[in-house]
């Protein structure tokens, strides 16, 4: 009987991998999971560090009581103490025209990201949870945990492909509905989407989802070599405009495109959104180990 | 203006070609080359479709560029012509004198000498200006024009084809004395001498120069190597008393200028009958004598060797001589008994005499040479003569009678003692009896006569035939006793059947491969060159102008179109 076919599997080094195991995604609001994990939660449970007391009421656990207080007051409280709960992780990932731009190098650099980010939180016991997107949400992949299932997310990004027009708009909005408060949305996009990302980043936000953007640049997008009489076509909508590309014209979208990159830069950290901005000529190791780190996203 | 480099036609032909190939690059309507970007909107805000010229605008822009580039392709192609400018009135007129003496076939250069000095001379042709002219001269023995005054390359460009090598030495007077007769009238004059310089040392030659001050002269030195030795004489003669062998006279000469050491060798056909080594100083020469060779009818060859090196001239290491086998000469005695005169004819063993009463001649026809002994014939014989006294009162002499008696004891008193038939001969104290006067004519010549001018041995043409005559009786004198008498008998049989008894020689052409002298020295101070580009100044040629502007042109097209001012 044949075996099924071997789906393919994003290829990631494995000492990288292993230096990615000392390293933890960062959240700076506490966990709020359903299930057992290593971070902090607001949940005063059946954790290790204390939290605080409180009244004891008929059916609490008598083992929780604090018989030292009672002896100075005589009055029963019981012993409160931090859950420690799982982390919800959200990648979302932009599966759109516009990464498959130069063959490709932002999505594949996105999803190698991505892999890293995820294999972060399934060794730290997060929920891992992979959102394709481009004008919709694609087809997702449903919440993994435990270093066991990654290769579960390594498969499943190796298979992603771009195609389409870009709306976060709309994966925010579903995501919002579905995310657990003080999750994490991991947003993954070359950032020509200027509002939609935007929007979408405020919906997280209204949502309690905290929203970090890894905005992926290519320096051949942002200095593109052209010239000459040009039919311009856009890789996303198939939209035409012909253009005559002089280094006059040259030096004007080259100033266009930083400022609309410094405009975005600024929008986000006016919406106090992390944001690290990468580029595809960045080894994946220096951008994680290094970049990743310094903006705080990993620790 | 004149162009040193293509022609007008090429010129014009390039230039049209060039232009319609590039009218017909802008004539097409070329579509704009598809790029993906991955977000057009970034280019959308930049505004530049929106400034779209006018279609006037758009047209003049595409004009401008069209007009940039084919100033570029103009500038580019009339640099090609290298034009330079130049007077019509200031045209040059060009002798150029090639060597075709026997030194140029040297290879010391490859392919040879003369090649080299063609190739020469066909880039002075390609580099005259348009009204430029020129003669192109071949030199050897002779000077001979191979054109006419032209301007015409092509013309020239084939007489250089046409030229090689001769055999004869080169005439340096005859050719300079030609250039300069045809440069004469002309101002702007020059002549210019393609030679390996063999031809430096001639007198006439720097006399002629000498004369003309206003003709510039040039020389293009051809040849490296000055090593040359070469066999300047080669002559072999027979011994008159012993016909199976022969003495062979050679000259070596060293041209060179190192002492050379060398070997001579001379052969019949293939067989080596001789071989001498000789040292030569430098520019000297050696004769050498080569006794009691074995005679034989195969050609003679004589060939040197340099002990070491190579000689760059090979052509003149060899000599080769035709003697030919000796020849049998049919003589008639016509003679009533005269045994000096029959001793005599059995020296020489090619003589086949048959002897005749002289009341049995009737002709001499069959024989090369008849003999007339104390008798004359009725009427003068077709062949060569010789006559010796007594003479009877008739019959035909080739003399006439000078009027008186005959002359007593007369004497050898004036004697031509440079004459083949006398040369190194004792005859001033022959005796003789009597001699017969005669008269000679005009054309006769005597040999020996008395004090008084009474011809004793004449020598003349009758019809045609060379006749000798000895106005007295041998049997009448003490001369067949003398050690002189063979001698003088063979030299005037020989002489009498067209040969020369003394020596058969034969002179090889006088090579000289270099020479150390500079064609300054012929003038006694250089003449400045008129017509060879390498003397135009600078500036007068345009094509480093025209190359500049094509950049310029190349360096404003470039600015404007990434500026945008063009399309």
């Given at each position: ?7 393919a ?29 290593e ?11 204390f939290?605080?007391?409180?009244a ?42 516009s ?8 999505l ?39 270093r ?28 919002a ?12 996009t ?12 405020d ?9 970090v ?21 856009d890789?996303?909508?198939g939209e ?24 975005l830069?600024?929008?986000?950290a006016q ?25 705080g996203?990993?620790? | ?49 929106r ?7 758009s047209?003049a ?16 192609v009339l ?5 330079e ?20 076939a ?5 392919p ?17 200006g ?13 000077a ?16 250089i ?17 030609l ?35 206003k ?19 080669l ?5 008159l ?9 050679v ?9 050379e050491?060398l070997?001579?060798?001379?052969f ?11 040292a030569?100083?430098?520019a ?20 040197l ?9 090979r ?10 086998r000796?020849?049998t ?15 005599a004819l ?20 069959g ?27 008739s019959?035909?002499a ?10 007593g ?39 020996a ?20 005559l ?6 009448d ?11 003088f ?39 400045t ?9 600078w ?9 500049a502007?094509a ?17």
């Amino acid at each position: 009987m044949p075996s099924p076919p071997t789906a393919a599997v994003l290829p990631l080094e494995p000492s990288f991998l292993r230096r990615l195991e000392s390293l933890a995604l960062v959240s700076r609001k506490l966990a709020s999971g359903s299930e057992r994990g290593e971070r902090k939660s607001r949940r005063a449970g059946s954790g290790i560090a204390f939290a605080t007391h409180r009244a004891y009421a008929p059916g609490d656990d008598i083992r929780f009581v604090d018989w030292k207080v009672f002896t100075r007051s005589e009055r029963l409280y019981v012993k409160q103490f931090e859950e420690e709960r799982d982390l919800a992780v959200h990648l979302l990932v932009d599966c759109s025209g516009s990464m498959a731009h130069e063959d490709g190098a932002k999505l594949g650099y996105a999803k190698q990201l991505a892999a890293a980010l995820g294999y972060i939180a399934l060794i730290n016991l997060d929920r891992v949870s992979v959102q394709p997107f481009a004008s919709r949400p694609l087809p997702r992949l449903a919440p993994l945990r435990g270093r066991n299932r990654a290769l579960v997310l390594l498969r499943f990004l190796a298979a992603l492909e771009a195609e389409g027009t870009t709306d976060l708009r709309a994966v925010a909005e579903a995501l919002a509905v579905r995310a657990a408060p003080g999750s994490l949305a991991y947003v993954l996009t070359d950032g020509f989407d200027t509002a939609g990302l935007l929007e979408g980043a405020d919906r997280l936000r209204y949502a309690r989802v905290s929203p970090v953007v890894l905005l992926i640049g290519d320096r051949r997008e942002a200095a593109p070599a052209l010239h000459g009489e040009l039919s311009l076509v856009d890789c996303e909508s198939g939209e035409q405009r012909t253009l005559r590309v002089t280094e006059r014209v040259l030096a004007r979208y080259r100033a266009a495109y930083q400022a609309r990159r410094s405009e975005l830069l600024g929008a986000l950290a006016q919406r106090q959104v992390p944001t690290v901005e990468l580029s595809v000529e960045v080894p994946l190791e220096r951008a994680v180990l290094d970049l990743l780190r310094r903006g705080g996203i990993v620790s | 203006m004149r162009w040193l480099g293509l022609d007008a036609t090429t010129l014009a032909l390039t230039l049209l070609g060039a232009g319609a190939a590039l009218l017909l690059l802008y004539l097409q309507k070329r579509p704009a080359r598809r790029v993906v970007v991955p977000a057009l909107a970034l280019w959308s805000t930049l505004g530049d479709e929106r400034r779209r010229p006018s279609a006037w605008l758009s047209r003049a822009r595409r004009l401008v560029s069209l007009l940039l580039a084919l100033g570029i392709v103009s500038a580019l192609v009339l640099a090609l012509g290298e034009p330079e400018r130049v007077d019509p009135a200031q045209a040059n007129n060009l002798v150029l004198l090639l060597d075709c003496s026997p030194s140029m076939a040297a290879r010391d250069v490859a392919p040879s000498r003369i090649e080299q000095a063609k190739t020469r001379a066909r880039r002075l042709v390609r580099q005259l200006g348009a009204h430029d002219q020129a003669w192109i001269v071949g030199l050897g023995d002779s000077a001979t024009p191979l054109t006419s005054r032209t301007r015409d390359k092509a013309t020239l460009l084939r007489a250089i084809d046409r030229l090689s090598t001769q055999e004869q030495p080169a005439d340096l007077t005859l050719g300079v004395q030609l250039a300069l007769d045809l440069l004469a009238p002309f101002a702007r004059a020059e002549l210019v001498l393609l030679s390996d310089g063999a031809l430096l040392d001639s007198a006439g030659a720097r006399t002629a120069l000498a004369r003309a001050p206003k003709i510039a002269v040039r020389q293009e030195r051809v040849g490296t190597s000055a090593r040359n030795v070469a066999i300047t004489q080669l002559a072999a003669r027979p011994y008159l008393l012993d016909h199976a062998h022969r003495e062979v006279l050679v000259t070596v000469q060293n041209f060179g200028p190192a002492n050379e050491s060398l070997r001579l060798q001379v052969f019949a056909a293939d067989v080596l009958l001789a071989q001498e080594h000789i040292a030569l100083a430098a520019a000297a020469s050696a004769t050498r004598v080569l006794a009691d060779l074995p005679a034989s009818d195969a050609p003679l060859r004589a060939r040197l060797e340099l002990d070491q090196g190579t000689d760059v001239l090979r052509g003149d290491d060899a000599a080769l001589m035709h003697v030919g086998r000796e020849r049998t000469t049919r003589v008639l005695a016509v003679s009533a008994d005269n045994r000096y005169l029959e001793a005599a004819l059995l020296l020489d063993d090619t003589l086949e005499v048959d002897q005749l009463a002289p009341a049995a001649y009737r002709s001499s026809a069959g024989y090369d040479l008849v003999i007339f002994d104390g008798t004359l014939p009725r009427e003068p014989p077709g062949t060569p003569a010789l006559y010796l006294g007594p003479f009877p009162g008739s019959g035909s002499a080739p003399l006439p009678r000078a009027p008186g008696a005959d002359l007593g004891r007369p004497f050898f008193d004036h004697v031509q003692r440079e004459h083949p038939l006398v040369r190194e001969l004792s005859l001033a104290d022959v005796n003789v009896g009597h001699a017969t006067r005669f008269v000679l004519l005009p054309s006769d010549n005597a040999i020996a006569a008395t004090a008084d001018r009474v011809p004793l041995i004449v020598e003349g043409m009758r019809e045609g035939k060379p006749f000798v005559l000895l106005s007295f009786d041998l049997r009448d004198s003490d001369l067949p006793l003398r050690a002189a008498f063979p001698l003088f008998f063979l030299r005037t049989l020989a002489r009498l059947r067209g040969e020369s008894a003394t020596e058969s020689r034969v002179q090889t052409a006088t090579l000289r491969a270099e020479s150390s002298a500079p064609v300054g020295d012929l003038l006694g101070a250089p003449r400045t060159a008129v017509a060879h580009r390498s003397h135009t100044p600078w500036l007068e040629q345009l094509w480093p102008v025209l190359l500049a502007l094509a950049l310029l042109l190349l360096v404003l097209e470039w600015f404007t179109f990434h500026r945008g001012y063009t399309e």
